[in-house]
């Protein structure tokens, strides 16, 4: 599902690799947690995973594509097919209330989201009566759970998720977590999430620890 | 999202925009108004002179020589100049018949009042079973004066110099014989009805002028003139429109800039959830011309209020419009999205990196 080779990632202005000669691999219908300190790499990592930077050298293998022969247009088609994304910051449009929000990629994309599976999402999350509000009107935890929603309905083989408990209360952390490693067995897809908390880490199939390159 | 949802969203965000840049904005409906109202004038104008061309001949030509003595042999050199050129109406000095054939001379009548009527001047109406003729005799010297013409009579109308001044002005002579008299030897023909191709007036005009420095008109012209204060109120609006646009483009364009600025953690979810630089493109230009839209519509709600005001300050004969013509939402639509794809190019520019924690 995901193989990282030799893995090196150096910023042209600094002295030290972000990290260097990293490989690990996952299968699918398992889960990773990406471990350490701020700076250490998680987010950069994510970046290199999902396509929006490239790596120093080395080779990353999604769903038996290497990432490093596709042009930007190439990674772009690739991520809105197979790959979702979650964030720490709540990532919802504004203007746009809870049910434009979670169908939002369906106007990229050619997938087809029917109204059925979000009402049956938003009820599973206990989120049925924030339907038609708006972003505004809710609480960072239901936000936050309406972007898990988002990333979930599209049923991707591949979800990537940075400090998505970041900014969420122990309980609404704990339900987010839960549900990303539920899914990965379920739907036998491959999920990497960054985090500073070891407990929720521990949940996970595999766990991954970065260190500061100059913390060395 | 279904393209109705799309354009209800994208309403939604013109709406917000409209009301966080309320005031930046008016200036752009502002614009709109004054070119409304330029449209209007020119529309009304076009549509004047044309409903007055109806009821002209174009290969007419109006010769006047301003209150000077007409001779014999000046009617003979005319007479002999022009009838090279093609067929001339009768013109005569001798008051025993008529300077134009009784026809021809009611039918202009009735050409340049309906020609009147059309520009609005303050004539009766001539569709009725008796027709009217207009003179500048003193209505006590036009007694026994009994037109008929085709089956119609008509009542001639004295003292046209006091009745509207701006009757003097249109047919551009002081003295003019308008119908054809007899037995009225102190009054002398100054104005005469030519039937002429267009393309033989230069050479008539340069003829007539050169030889006896008359002055040769045509109808058109004199509609054309008639026009001229459009032409002025068009210079005085075209001025203050330039500056009100260049100065509404100024803040359009910083609006959608700082918009996209602030929306740049949107734009980037946009971008991971697979939208490509034409969706973005796409997106920004119709939210531009939304906002635009927004601004016209308003401009459309006053312009009638302008127009209405306009037409009391000025007495001008102006339609009033509620909308801009084609052309004009043409021209507003494209300067629209001309000034979007600078800040749609920045949205595509947006590096999705921003979205994570570190």
């Known amino acids: ?216 | 999202m279904t393209p109705q949802n799309t354009l209800q969203v994208s309403l939604r965000i013109g709406y917000q925009q409209w009301s966080a840049h309320r005031l930046a904005l008016f200036m752009i409906s502002l614009a709109f108004i004054m070119l409304i109202l330029i449209d209007a004038i020119t529309v009304s104008a076009e549509r004047h002179i044309q409903e007055a061309a109806k009821h002209i001949s174009k290969d007419q030509i109006w010769l006047s020589f301003y209150g000077r003595d007409f001779s014999d042999e000046h009617s003979r050199q005319i007479h002999q100049s022009l009838s090279t050129l093609g067929r001339v109406c009768p013109i005569s000095v001798n008051y025993d018949h008529l300077p134009f054939d009784s026809s021809q001379g009611v039918a202009w009548i009735y050409a340049s009042s309906s020609c009147m009527l059309t520009l609005n001047f303050p004539l009766q109406n001539l569709n009725t079973s008796f027709g009217y003729a207009f003179s500048t005799f003193s209505p006590d010297q036009i007694n026994h004066l009994n037109l008929r013409h085709q089956n119609q009579s008509y009542n001639v109308l004295g003292g046209l110099e006091v009745r509207n001044p701006a009757l003097r002005n249109f047919i551009h002579a002081t003295h003019i014989i308008w119908v054809p008299l007899l037995n009225t030897k102190s009054l002398k023909p100054t104005h005469f009805i030519l039937d002429h191709t267009q393309a033989s007036i230069d050479e008539i005009r340069a003829t007539l002028k050169n030889a006896h420095n008359w002055e040769v008109t045509s109808p058109m012209k004199i509609i054309t003139e008639h026009n001229q204060p459009n032409q002025d109120l068009l210079f005085f609006f075209w001025s203050l429109t330039i500056i009100a646009i260049l100065s509404g483009a100024a803040n359009f364009t910083h609006i959608m800039l700082s918009n996209i600025q602030s929306r740049q953690p949107e734009i980037a979810l946009r971008i991971m959830l697979g939208a490509k630089a034409h969706h973005l493109l796409l997106q920004f230009i119709i939210e531009s011309n939304l906002v635009i839209f927004i601004c016209l519509a308003w401009s459309c709600l006053l312009s009638p209020i302008a127009c209405a005001a306009l037409i009391h300050l000025t007495n001008l004969q102006l339609d009033i419009m509620f909308f801009p013509s084609l052309r004009m939402l043409i021209a507003i639509f494209s300067i629209g999205s001309l000034l979007s794809l600078y800040p749609a190019y920045m949205a595509k520019s947006t590096n999705p990196k921003l979205l994570f924690s570190s």
């Open chain 1, 1 to 216: 599902m995901i193989k990282v080779n030799q893995l090196t990632k150096q910023y042209p202005k600094s002295s030290h690799p972000v990290f260097k000669d990293l490989s690990f691999s996952l299968d699918a219908g398992q889960s990773m947690a990406l471990c350490g300190q701020s700076g250490s790499g998680k987010s950069t990592l994510i970046g290199l995973l999902c396509g929006l930077d490239s790596a120093t050298s080395g080779e990353i293998i999604l769903n038996n594509t290497s990432f490093h022969d596709l042009s930007l247009e190439e990674k772009s088609d690739f991520r809105a097919k197979f790959m979702s994304l979650v964030f720490q910051q709540v990532t919802l449009v504004p203007y746009l209330n809870v049910i434009e929000n979670i169908t939002l990629p369906s106007l990229y994309t050619d997938k087809k989201i029917d109204e059925s599976d979000v009402d049956h999402s938003l009820k599973q999350m206990n989120l049925m009566s924030v339907k038609y509000q708006f972003p505004h009107e809710l609480s960072i935890g239901q936000a936050q759970r309406i972007c898990l929603i988002r990333t979930l309905i599209t049923r991707p083989k591949i979800i990537l998720a940075d400090e998505p408990t970041g900014a969420l209360d122990p309980p609404n952390a704990a339900f987010i977590f839960q549900l990303l490693t539920d899914y990965c067995k379920t739907n036998q897809a491959g999920v990497i999430i960054a985090t500073h908390d070891w407990s929720l880490a521990e949940q996970c199939d595999h766990q991954l620890w970065l260190t500061p390159r100059d913390a060395k």
